[in-house]
Every structure is written in structure tokens, then in C-alpha cells.
DNA sequence: AAGTAATCGAGACGGTACGTCCGGTCTTCCT
DNA sequence: AGGAAGACCGGACGTACCGTCTCGATTACTT
């Protein structure tokens, strides 16, 4: 989960304390070999044995900053993919949120979209992994999302009574869910019509 | 993925063949055994190894009818919980996807809902798994649904022009996604929320 | 072990009681398919599994008439070999020990003898397969070999108190030496001398 | 077959180099677990599964240091008996080897014979064992017998024109030849019929 | 400058499960 | 009664990773 950043955050000076400081170095091969395998061959090559072997690192610097090898292949994805979210906002939410869901859409069809799936699948197993994976994938999509509505809400394109977390549930949702069961394609018509049904409903 | 079923049904004659036929009590055994590890430890108790021993079994036997420890997981769970899928068709459309949605959720708060989850978690790197979650669990409850909607828009309830795939979606995808990402509980509100949105929409 | 011999020796009339007769087509293709396997992988390749599958018999069938599959391989070996023993009786004890030596050392030096080796080796812990092989092998050639010292006693040209049984061990035993060992080669000269030191002995 | 003793004799500096060194505890605990089992039950019993078990030791740790069960034993044989081989040489020839073959019947006859027995069989298709056999229990004791019969030749006790080898085999290979065939025990008289052959001839 | 403390690489280790192979045994149908 | 087919239990195989544990070697801060 690389504590890293919380940990030296504090007081910008450095405040490290005494013995060998981490070493940035062996942070970075590890990502980095941990991202190359998981594009190489799935979450089930990046293998603690494997990203060691490939970062030129013992397994034990490894533990000591990650508690899973899940934790770390988050943290290798979004090392990696740093994904660009796109800030829509152009005031016509139905372009804004079809800007949005493509985009995601188009990231769902290619290999980190693979990898995503399997990152969720072992989530489900991988209570570390799941956190991470809320609050660097899940949570900023969420907020993003929430001030697109909320926004449309106080001009007035949506109605006041609208449930922001249902709202989202509802475009984003089939997302994942056709990402993760497969019974029907992540197509190209998909985000123009989830957003019209959600802008005017089926009655 | 137990072959037996299709291989035996057909015209009733009973072919079977030259050879020791397959052990009905095998079978049994072994969908038993799995079915009370997945409950007692979930998935990750249920290795081949223990499915075999609680069986009392030998580990080729599984390995000659299930092609991984995940579509044996799949058949133990339908073969203990064979849910009840309830067919819901008042003619009231409201009504009736509300009371499938929250059948559902219920089922998803409960044990076999975190059982679900790590099915749903290990078909992401178990192709047979997938197939038989799609066949056994999505697809009744896909054609269920489809029937319900179509129904309503042919009683003019809805407009003719919805499509049903996108609806399905979106009437069900936020169920998946708050069981996989956990971003937020499966609540009480969820299913009338949901079925509000999508009748009337947000605008 | 083929307890078919005594069975049928008998007046030819056949007499063999109720049921199928034992079929002497799986017979042979049961030796016949080990003695290939045999000869193609050695005694290692001769599973049952094997023998029965190349032989289109049923494993039962084998069991059914040798106790072991050591028991199978060395029936499959003579059925296969039937090995020439050459009786030498020149008259000339040296001459003819020579000559029997010199025949045994060329046929351990092929793959005849890599798999003898093999079944020694397996006979250590196969009872059949040693009973077996003492009969069918080392019997006869114990018997020939007392036949010809006997004849050169009778003849004068050995000391009477020849201990016969020593004298066999001394001149065969060290072949099974070197075969079985291998500290070193069973080579061109070794029957010449093994007779002359035998005969004259080092003092 | 344990490659620690040479590596780490050398220079008596101790070189160890970085990593965890090698447990002595293991290595000990399988040297005797094995032995155990081999005496207990044979080679047969003297599984990878249960030298692991018995030792408390790891699967992998023994595959680490050996590259077969049959390797495992050897050497577990060895660690056990670190067998007397008795330096005879008094002078008299025939004394010295009479009490060397006597020994060596006698150890034939016990249980560390059937061992024996077991491992020269297994040695015919585990040529590490057979490797490690040669090492450690044949070409020491045909050093001793070599030095001896040297040693005769040279007061002119025998023939200087002997072949060592071949003397060597007719006196202990039918030793071998007994033991794995056992066609004929392993008698008292043997030892002296033996060197009174060897020494005086059949003629 | 010496001491203290944390990290790092290497790699051995106990453990769990994997998927496979054979050995023997059994059950059923066919001849 | 054979015999072919083939399912079955049991036991062992050799391998893969896991997470932990020594080691010796670095590399900073502290005194």
C-alpha cells in the first residue's frame, strides 16, 4: 500500500529519524516491475517471487511496504496508468457525462480494463487491495461525478429530489458490471444510452 | 461443471454404455462438501484438497468432472441454495421490479451474497467459472427481467423505444457494483430508488 | 507370472470348465505391448496403464494372471528374447566357459541388458518378479553351467573338491557385478581372464 | 545428495556469502528421519512425503539439497552406519581378505543388507544414487581390497602378472550377485571357499 | 569518530495447495 | 465365466508461491 507518502508528508522538512532511509530506488523497480508483469501477464504473474526477481529486490523490502501483493498492484497500475480522469464540465450535462462514461468505457476495452476486472476480482479477497483500490479508482470518479450532477441539479437540468448515489450507481454501475460478468460487450452506443435513459427514464 | 446432467437426460433410455458408471454418490459427496466449506470459509477453503478429503473422495474424481476448484464452487452453491428466483408478474411494473430488486439484495446481504462476491472475484481468472456463473445465476434472471419489461412495454406502460439490455443494466448493475466495490451498502432504499429513477428519470 | 502353461498341458481335449475360455489373443498383446514398452523406455515405461492401454486390454485382465506388473515385464522379456543359451560341451572346460561367458557379457552389454538390470533392480522389491526371474533365467544357466564343471571333475580336469556352487558365483557373479554397479565396463577381455583366473588360480 | 560437505570444507575460512545459511537442524533431522524409515520400512517407506513429515521439515528443502529420494537415502544410510570397513593387512593375505569378505557377509545378512539390496536396485534407475553408491560404499572398500592385493603382489605372495580388478570382482561380486539374486545364501563357509578359490584355482 | 538504528540483497525455510500419475479395486455391460 | 471399458480411492510425485527467518552489508542520523 506504500505508507510512503503519509509518512513523510508531516512537517515538509523530512523528519526522518535515525538508520538507512528508504530507498526510493527499490520503490520504483518494484513498481515498476510489478506493473510490467501485470500488462504481461495478469495480476496472476505478478507474483511476490516475480516482481522481487524482476526489481532486483528481496522479497522482504517488498512486505515491508506493502501488505499484499494486491497492494502493490494497485499501487503499480495507478503508478503506470495515472490515469487521466477528464474534468468535464462544460454546463450540458448529458455531454459531460457521455464524455465521461466513453472514456471509461474506451479504458475498460483495453488491457487495464482487463486488468482492472482481475484488480476487483481479488479485491473481493483482499481487504487492502479493495481499500486502495476505493480510493484511488472508485472515490475521485465519485466526486467527479457528484459535482457534474449536483452542478446540473442547481442550474436546474435535473430535478432537486434526485439521489446522487443511486444516479451514479445507475450510469456507472453497468459499467463494471458488464466489465466483470461479461454477458453482453462494453459497446461503442452504450454511453449515449445509458445517459438518455438516466436524463428521461423508460415510462 | 458436472457434464452428467445434459449427457443422461436425453430420451430417457438410460444410455450408459460400456464401464463402472459415474458414482451418483460421488457427486453428491463433493457438491456437499464444497458447499459447507464455501459456507464455513468461502472460497478460499474451498481447495480441491479439502473437497476431497470432506468428500471422502479422491482429487482425480473432481478433476474428472469439474475443470477447477471455481465451477465445482459454482455447482456446490446452486446445488445447496437453488434460489428461489421468483417470478414476479403482477402487471404492475413498479411492483414487480421492485420486489425482484430487493429479493435480490437481500439474497446479496446475506452469506451467499459474500459468497456471490468471490465467485463473481474468482471468474475474472477462471474462464469455466464465468460461463457457468453467466448460465446458471445471470442468464434465468436476465430472461426473467427481459419478459417483465417487455411485457410492460407492450401493455404500453413504457415507451416501445427502451432498450431492454441497457435497462437490465441499470436496474441491476448497481446491485454488482455496490456487492463488488463495497462504496456503498446494498441499503433498504436501494430498490425503490432504483426502480423510481429508471421509470421516471432524473430530468 | 502366466499360470496359463500348466493349465493347458493337459490330453489336449481341452477340458476347461464352464465359462469364456481364457483368451489367447489378450495374451499376447499383453506381452507383446510390455516387451515393446520395454524395449522403447524400459521398465519405468511398463506401467500397467501403459501395457494395458497399447495392449486394448483391460487392466483387470492383467491382474487377473500376473501378480505384479514386475511379474508381466519378465514374461514379456523371455517372450520377447527367448534367450539363446548356447550349450557349449567341447570338451575343453576352458573353451566353453569362455564361449558361455562371452555370450552372456555381449547380451549385457546391449539393451537386453540395460533392462535385466532394471529387473534385478525391481526384483528387490517384487517377490513375483524375483521367483520369476530366478526360473526363467538364472536357473537354467546355473543348471548348464553344474553340468559342464561336473563334466570337468568327471573328466579330471578340475580338482574334485571344487565347491560348484562357488566356482558358478565366481565366474557369473561378477558380470551381475559390473552390470548391476557399473564401476566398471563389461568389456572384451573380462571372459578370458575371469576363466584363466579361475582355473589357475593367483598364486 | 548433499553437495554441503565440499563446498564448505574448503580453506576452513567459512565462506559463507550473503543469504540465510543452511540449516544444520534440517540437514540432520532428514539424514535421520530417513534412516528411521528406511529401516523401519524399507526404501519403499522412505517417501519424500515422509522423510518431510517425520523430519519436520519442508518438501522443498529436501528437493533443495537432493535430487532424489534415492539420493536422500545413500546418504541417510551412510549417516547412520558410517559402516567399519577394517584395515586388515597383517601380512597374510588370505587371513586379511577372509576377515574382510566375512564382514562384509555379515552386514549382508542384516538388515542394512536388505537396504543394500534395495538401493543397488533402486540405483538402476536413480543415478544420482548410483552416483553417490560408487562414492561412498564401493570404491572404498575396492581401494582397500586393491592396496591389499598390491601389497601381495609385491611380497610375492601372488602372480605379479593378476588383474587387480578382475580379482576383485570374483571375490566380491559374487558377494553381490547372492545378495540381489538370491539364488544361494549368504553362507559361513562362503568367505573361505571364496579366497581358497581365488587363490588356488580350479585345476 | 564511534555508536546506533533502520534498510537492503540474498536466500533458506516450513507450509499449503496444486495438478498429475499409477496402482489396485470396483462395477456394469457384452460376448 | 471371461473380458473390455472405465470410474473410483489412495498415495506419492515434483512444483509454485506464500510469508517468515536469518545473514552480512549499507547508510544514514546521534552522541
Known amino acids: 500500500m ?6 513523510r508528508s ?14 526510493e530506488r527499490a520503490r520504483l523497480a518494484i513498481l515498476d516491475a510489478a506493473a510490467d508483469l501485470l500488462i504481461e ?3 496472476a504473474a505478478a507474483t511476490m517471487e516475480a ?4 526489481a ?3 522479497k522482504v ?3 515491508k511496504w506493502w501488505p499484499s501483493r494486491g497492494a502493490v498492484a494497485v499501487d503499480a497500475y495507478f503508478h503506470r496508468y495515472r490515469p487521466e480522469m477528464g474534468m468535464f ?11 465521461q462514461i466513453t472514456l471509461m468505457v474506451d479504458a475498460f476495452r483495453g488491457r487495464a480494463g482487463a486488468i482492472m ?3 476487483i476480482g481479488a479485491a473481493q479477497t483482499d481487504a487492502a487491495l479493495a481499500d486502495q483500490l476505493r480510493a484511488l479508482w472508485i472515490q475521485p470518479r465519485r466526486d467527479a461525478g457528484t459535482i457534474l450532477i449536483q452542478g446540473a441539479i442547481d442550474r436546474g437540468e435535473l430535478r432537486p429530489d434526485v439521489d446522487i448515489q443511486v444516479a451514479l450507481d445507475q450510469l456507472f454501475g453497468p459499467l463494471y458490471f458488464r466489465l466483470l460478468v461479461r454477458h453482453l460487450p462494453l459497446d461503442d452506443p452504450m454511453p449515449a444510452a445509458l445517459v438518455r435513459a438516466f436524463l428521461d427514464g423508460a415510462r
Not at 508531516?10 to 530507498?23: D, E, L, N, T
Not at 464540465?89 to 464524455?99: E, K, V
Open 89 to 99: 464540465d462544460s454546463g450540458d450535462l448529458a455531454r459531460d457525462l457521455t464524455a
Open 2 to 7: 506504500d505508507r510512503s507518502g503519509a509518512g
Open 56 to 58: 532486483g529486490v528481496s
Open 10 to 23: 508531516g512537517a515538509g522538512s523530512g523528519r526522518s529519524g535515525p538508520g538507512r532511509p528508504r530507498s
Open 51 to 54: 516482481i522481487a526477481a524482476r
Open 41 to 43: 501477464g495478469g495480476l
Open 117 to 119: 476486472a482481475e484488480l
Open 61 to 63: 523490502t517488498i512486505y
